[in-house]
């Protein structure tokens, strides 16, 4: 490649889902629907474990995690493509390309992290009933959160350098809607075989070591679930693992089958738009998923609407008391207060 068909970009063009300008309304509309309902979900999620003193276990600890970082994953994408749609501009600076690609890579991983963590702790509940409360205890658990960050931070910061040091052609039109590391791979001019070694080699690591652990947590649980001789323990055991699996499915399958359609079809337009299967509806999915079959927290929903209900009452209630007469004693001025907001 000739040196005057290098440069050092300053700018990207995401071409997003689509470019035809009688579908934006109803791609934003969409997705700005998509984007609250996760955050929302997600928030409520995490609310509601963080309220109830119940919930305070290793399961929820790790749950409350995921929602923070599910919506920290969608945060990376979405407002951005957003903002875009409303300004009907697709320019992304360098700098926010890359920024945008450190984090999403960061919050993605860790996505994964969590899950294998979370299949583990389901692993020690079923098959070491007895010794769960001794081996989940609270500093392994904050550890096993702790080490899953920092070596997520170092994997993202990893390909963040390695997109820093290649020189991209005069053609800076990335055919998706956020700035994805092998799009931005493939934009590049100079050689390219370090970083395709380096990110195929993490995906691999990653994924494929994620994947192994959370089979072989399953596979201990199911024998574990078929050694029980009561009908209603197996039962218990399925329920407490049903959610995690539902999850750890349709995060993995979606994740497959968009690199195996992009794969056979060669085509980044549809890539993309499976794309937004793992990048939006899994996060979106994830607390209805984990809500609907799980009676402590829809109990614990239920209190935090209580909770806020009645201090919503009595804040209403208290500004329609009278103003008290400074004259009055303590005495007085509290009696009047105890009977106005009850």
């Known amino acids: 490649m000739k040196p005057g068909n290098l440069t050092r970009a300053s700018e990207f063009l995401l071409l997003g889902l689509s470019e035809e300008p009688e579908l934006q309304p109803l791609i934003f509309g969409l997705f700005l629907s998509m984007y609250?309902?996760?955050?929302?979900?997600?928030?409520?999620?995490?609310?509601?474990?963080?309220?109830?003193?119940h919930l305070h276990t290793p399961m929820y600890f790790f749950l409350s995690n995921l929602s923070f970082v599910d919506i920290c994953f969608t945060s990376t994408s979405i407002p951005k493509m957003l903002l875009n749609i409303w300004m009907q501009s697709k320019v992304i600076t360098y700098e926010g390309c890359i920024t945008q690609m450190y984090f999403f890579l960061l919050f993605g991983t860790l996505d994964v992290f969590l899950l294998t963590v979370?299949?583990?702790?389901?692993?020690?509940?079923?098959?070491?009933?007895?010794?769960?409360?001794?081996?989940?205890?609270?500093r392994l658990c904050?550890?096993?959160?702790?080490?899953?960050?920092?070596?997520c931070v170092l994997i993202s910061l990893l390909h963040r350098l390695m997109v820093l040091r290649l020189s991209f052609c005069t053609d800076l039109k990335i055919p998706h809607y956020f700035c994805e590391l092998n799009q931005m791979i493939q934009l590049a001019c100079s050689d390219t075989f370090v970083n395709n070694l380096v990110m195929y080699f993490a995906a691999v690591l990653v994924g494929g070591g994620s994947l192994t652990g959370i089979l072989y947590s399953y596979s201990k649980i199911v024998s574990s679930i078929c050694a029980m001789s009561s009908a209603q323990g197996k039962y218990k055991a399925f329920s407490i693992c049903a959610s995690h699996l539902s999850v750890v499915?349709?995060?993995?399958?979606?994740?497959?089958?968009?690199?195996?359609?992009?794969?056979?079809?060669?085509?980044?337009?549809?890539?993309?738009?499976?794309?937004?299967?793992?990048?939006?509806?899994?996060?979106?999915?994830?607390?209805?998923?984990?809500?609907?079959?799980?009676?402590?927290?829809?109990?614990?929903v239920r209190r935090l609407f209580r909770v806020a209900g009645k201090k919503e009452t009595i804040i209403l209630r208290l500004k329609k008391c009278p103003r008290i007469n400074g004259s009055k004693s303590k005495s007085q001025h509290s009696h009047s207060l105890v009977r106005c907001v009850c």
């Open 36 to 53: 609250l309902v996760t955050v929302l979900g997600n928030l409520l999620l995490i609310l509601a474990v963080s309220s109830d003193p």
């Open 249 to 300: 499915s349709l995060f993995y399958c979606t994740i497959l089958g968009v690199y195996l359609s992009s794969a056979v079809t060669h085509s980044s337009q549809s890539s993309a738009t499976a794309s937004v299967m793992y990048t939006v509806v899994t996060p979106m999915l994830n607390p209805f998923i984990y809500s609907l079959r799980n009676k402590d927290i829809k109990g614990a």
């Open 118 to 138: 979370m299949a583990y702790d389901r692993f020690v509940a079923i098959c070491h009933p007895l010794h769960y409360t001794v081996i989940m205890h609270p």
């Open 142 to 151: 904050g550890l096993l959160v702790l080490v899953s960050w920092i070596i």
